[in-house]
């Protein structure tokens, strides 16, 4: 058709518009006249047989329809709490969720939990995705809270949720207490996580059980205790959702279990390190301890021990179960996880053993001298392969995808203010007696010494010089008494409350006889554990005790003192970031006032030069927690620094003197 | 996952489909338990319909592949059968001449409900659902059911993470 109607055009070009044929230039031959013809066209009938061929004919067709699913696991369903708490007239429920924007409100924050960068499959990440926002959950199984949580406790609560692998190192006083226990809720209910051990500090163990009766009152908490046999008891119980338990138990009860196992199996002691509680391999490389079979928990820890897995791979995949008797975990917190920070601690070795599925650790200073210390953290949360030794920037990676870390400044807009200053104290007479004549002894004895001297010697004619800034043993003069008691008399009659540290249960316990105006209670090492929650309780109930005494050791974690507006610091610990977990007893969440912080420090003495070191290090530990910094620098109060407290010269032989340093590559260590 | 199908009392379905900007579509749907918790996810792949089915199928195209083609698969395949499912999209309504479950349409305003009679239109907290209108007494059924949810309950909420886990899917593929 297209041909014809292509013919037909020209036809009529031609007649409209008289064109003419070309007349080639050919010979007469006769044949040439036709070229001179137009074209002559005729149309023909075709005669028609049937119907139209071109029949549509289609029927409705869709190819079946693909689909994937996925079916959530049922959570634990736990009982309601019955009976009616007294304080719930006080406490405030979560609030509703606004209604969205459009009616002059803006529209409440949603959190919502984001798959982890190592959930690749699309199952796992469909899982985080369809939760629901944490706001409606919470609010959804009707959890009474004293406090709603605030944005950035959402938001770690649902990072908690998501992470199998997780150090969450908030700065202390932010909350980490609370956002564990309600990710462990949800986790729970979610049927992410069915048993749950929760290691602690001993002194901590009734702050646990406080906190998990006021965030999560209808978990089921086993706090493990007692004797032997009931300890095991307690440690199988199958039905037992929350086990908590102090780090000491935990170790001693974990070794007995494997010793158990390595003679029920007939393998020999030393043959149940082989795999870590995350079922990771370990290779024992041939050395003639292992050979005599003479290695056990009890050895310092295993240089000898290397895995399998490749040092390239981030996470080592689980290769077989651990030992069958040990108890299983589905997660492992570890709060104050700096406890392991010495990856060949017996603490941290048995800490590894542990099957588990998940690990947790918590802690507000994942650094307190240097930054490997973090790679033992990692190794608990199997993030890296045991005994590996990640560089400072493989940490920063590693810190990136698997470290939350909040500091107040961040997030904490409207905590009341902190603020520190250092009183600055002249010596008594008599203390000033006491304290030159100490110090020119020591430096004598120390010069006499000679290259003998080490950071012990030291240590102990600075532990003798601080002890006579507190008080002069032999006069019981105390300038620093004197300043307490003129602040204290302030403090108490305005009604307030402070909490003093010092390093020493001596000088607290001196510092107590001198004060009784002002009512101080004691809490330190000394005191029984069962004594030591009814202390916390009066202090903070009693308008009459104005003071509590604390000891670094045993105050400086965990503990909410957030009624107290006042800390003095008695005497200065060796590490910046124990001070900080001191004074942060007081200055965190639920403080109403500005806390103030004072630092005793005398003048011309060793607690100036101190200080200063302090001082310094604070700036170094900022550089390293923060950004950038990826120089392999120590924090710790090295060798130098300690010696340089003093200007020690020994005597040579020719008359003249030498300085005095440390022994070139003796390993020494921090404070 | 066991292979029964059940049907949880007081669950409901959260339905949405996505159209792709290939002129594809795509379908999830959520079911939870009354306190917004996920029970069951079910997904499709994307589908095309062709220039033929596109031309023969007119203004009726939409409600087909919504309701017919996407959202009776869907619910087919679930094992775990909602009783009452949410949609906010109007060619979902359809989906109840294939199903045996209530559904209700979330409107956005009050006004997009005003024109129905009382029968086909319901308010539960701050949303405004509109029911099929050859089934009326869909509206009382859901009614009792969604007593039951808290009085803050966020209806549409839901709906957001279908479209999230949607559009995780294909991000995943185009990935793969």
Request: net charge neutral.
């Amino acid at each position: 058709m297209s041909k014809l109607a292509d013919a037909l055009d020209w036809d009529v070009a031609i007649d409209a518009y008289g064109t003419h044929l070309s007349v080639p230039d050919v010979a007469a031959t006769g044949a040439n006249g036709a070229l001179k013809r137009a074209p002559r066209i005729d149309a023909q009938s075709v005669p028609l047989f049937g119907p139209p061929r071109f029949v549509p004919s289609w029927k409705p067709f869709w190819a079946k329809l693909k689909t994937a699913g996925l079916k959530f696991p049922e959570g634990i369903e736990l009982a309601p709490v019955t009976a009616p708490r007294e304080e719930q007239q006080a406490v405030r429920p979560i609030a509703p969720a606004k209604p969205p924007a459009g009616n002059g409100e803006p529209a409440r924050k949603s959190t919502r939990v984001r798959p982890p960068a190592d959930a690749l499959s699309l199952e796992d990440r469909l899982f985080y995705l369809l939760q629901p926002p944490l706001e409606s959950w919470l609010r959804g199984q009707e959890l009474i809270m004293p406090f709603e949580p605030f944005p950035y406790q959402y938001e770690g609560i649902a990072w908690l949720f998501a992470q199998k692998a997780a150090l969450l190192a908030d700065e202390m006083g932010l909350g980490k207490t609370m956002q564990t226990i309600t990710a462990l809720r949800l986790l729970l209910r979610a049927g992410q996580v069915r048993r749950v051990l929760l290691v602690c500090p001993k002194p901590l163990i009734p702050n646990w059980q406080r906190e998990f009766k006021m965030w999560a009152e209808e978990l089921p908490v086993t706090t493990v205790d007692g004797d032997g046999p009931r300890r095991r008891l307690l440690w199988q119980i199958p039905g037992a959702q929350v086990l908590l338990a102090n780090y000491e138990l935990v170790v001693r009860d974990f070794q007995e279990m494997l010793k158990e196992e390595s003679a029920l199996s007939g393998q020999g002691s030393g043959k149940d390190l082989n795999i870590d509680g995350l079922g990771r391999v370990l290779r024992r490389v041939k050395t003639p301890a292992s050979e005599t079979g003479r290695s056990t928990l009890n050895d310092q820890p295993p240089p000898f021990l290397e895995t399998q897995a490749s040092p390239q791979s981030p996470v080592a995949s689980p290769l077989s179960p651990a030992p069958s008797s040990l108890p299983r975990f589905d997660l492992v917190v570890l709060d104050e996880a700096q406890r392991i920070k010495n990856r060949d601690s017996l603490t941290s070795t048995v800490v590894r053993g542990i099957p588990r599925k998940r690990s947790l650790c918590l802690t507000g200073t994942p650094i307190e001298n240097r930054p490997e210390e973090m790679a033992s953290l990692f190794e608990f949360m199997g993030v890296i392969p045991p005994r590996s030794a990640p560089d400072i920037r493989q940490l920063t990676r590693l810190s990136q995808e698997y470290v939350l870390r909040r500091t107040k400044n961040l997030v904490m807009t409207d905590l009341p203010p902190r603020f520190d200053r250092d009183e600055i104290i002249e010596l008594s007479p008599a203390q000033k007696l006491a304290y030159e004549q100490a110090e020119k002894d020591g430096v004598i004895q120390l010069n006499d010494m000679g290259e003998s001297i080490t950071v012990q010697h030291i240590f102990e004619l600075v532990l003798r010089l601080k002890q006579i800034t507190n008080f002069d043993p032999l006069t019981g003069e105390s300038s620093k008494l004197d300043r307490l008691q003129a602040d204290m008399e302030e403090i108490a009659a305005c009604g307030g409350k402070a909490i003093l540290f010092s390093q020493w249960t001596k000088t607290i316990d001196w510092l107590a006889a001198r004060l009784t105006d002002v009512n101080p209670l004691i809490y330190h090492g000394g005191i029984p554990t069962a004594k030591r929650e009814p202390i916390l309780k009066r202090f903070k109930e009693d308008d009459k005790a104005h003071l509590l005494l604390m000891s670094y050791g045993t105050g400086a974690v965990g503990l909410n003192l957030q009624f107290a507006g006042y800390v003095f610091l008695y005497d200065r610990w060796w590490n910046p970031a124990v001070e900080d977990q001191a004074i942060n007893r007081a200055h965190r969440i639920g403080q109403k006032t500005q806390v103030i912080v004072s630092k005793f420090i005398c003048k011309d003495t060793i607690e100036e030069k101190i200080d200063k070191v302090l001082k310094e290090k604070r700036d170094l530990f900022a550089r390293v927690l923060g950004e950038g910094d990826s120089t392999n620098e120590s924090l710790s109060m090295n060798a130098s620094e300690i010696f340089g407290l003093f200007d020690l010269k020994a005597r040579t032989k020719k008359g003249g003197s030498k300085s005095i340093g440390p022994k070139p590559a003796t390993g020494q260590e921090a404070a | 996952m066991s292979g029964q199908k059940t049907t949880a009392g007081g669950c409901l379905g959260f339905l949405r489909v996505l159209e792709l900007d290939g002129g594809g579509f795509l379908g999830g749907v959520l079911v939870t338990n009354q306190i917004g918790r996920p029970l069951e996810f079910q997904c499709t792949t994307p589908v095309k319909p062709n220039r033929t089915q596109v031309i023969l199928y007119g203004p009726t195209l939409a409600p087909f592949v919504y309701s017919e083609l996407i959202g009776k698969t869907l619910f087919g395949r679930l094992d775990i059968k909602p009783q009452l499912i949410i949609v906010d999209q109007d060619a979902l309504l359809d989906l109840r001449l294939h199903v045996p479950a209530q559904v209700a349409r979330l409107a956005n305003t009050k006004d997009d409900v005003s024109e129905l009679p009382d029968e086909l239109k319901l308010q539960c907290g701050r949303h405004h659902l509109s029911f099929h209108s050859d089934f009326p007494q869909d509206r009382d059924d859901a009614a009792g059911l969604l007593a039951a949810l808290p009085g803050d309950a966020d209806l549409r909420e839901p709906l957001e993470r279908v479209t999230e886990a949607l559009k995780e899917t294909l991000r995943t593929n185009a990935v793969a």
